[in-house]
């Protein structure tokens, strides 16, 4: 059956460190995965997308890696604050887009 | 100017009752979405519209009846609520091709 795996349920990382974020998954051949945010008591915000055929994605301080054979994304914040602290989630889709099925997430805690 | 917006935002009620909750996007998007957050807060994937067209129906139990009046409303209706339905449903919508998902807010339904 299919998997996605967010490799810890919890992160704590100290402030200005890279916070780095890994997502497995198996039985599956995804066209894109995206990473969300999510905060307590609301919806998940996109943050970025990235494609089977991208190795390595940015924005701002945000970046995304894509590994198909390792079937493996790494998510990394650089020059964390503790604003960053949040749940992380990753997701998998398919061509069509509308079949997103997403990990359990990762908390992340950022200390000042 | 809210983006996805879904009332009620918290509903609480009694086993064996029916309710709804609806759900409308002011985005233009084709897609929208009904997913399901438990209290380990993995977040699964319920039923997809594309265009009023019921297109993902996954293994929800036919007590759960969604209905998209137009592309910009996608409605839950859930009869005979129980216990285990309690939870926060998320609604969703998206563009067509690759691109992120805008999530409503939530409603936390609770059955008592």
Redesign the interface.
Known sequence: SQKIEQNSEALNIQEGKTATLTCNYTNYSPAYLQWYRQDPGRGPVFLLLIRENEKEKRKERLKVTFDTTLKQSLFHITASQPADSATYLCALGGYNNNDMRFGAGTRLTVKP | DTA?SQTPKYLVTQMGNDKSIKCEQNLGHD?M?W?KQDS??????MF?Y?NKEL??NETVPNRFSPKSPDKAHLNLHINSLELGDSAVY?C?S?P???????????TRLTVV
Do not use: P, Q
Request: avoid cysteine; glycine fraction near 14%.
């Open positions: 996805v897609t979405y997913y380990k807060k993995f977040l699964k994937i997809s594309n297109i993902i998320f969703a998206s067509s091709g690759n691109y992120g998902y805008t999530f409503g807010s939530g």
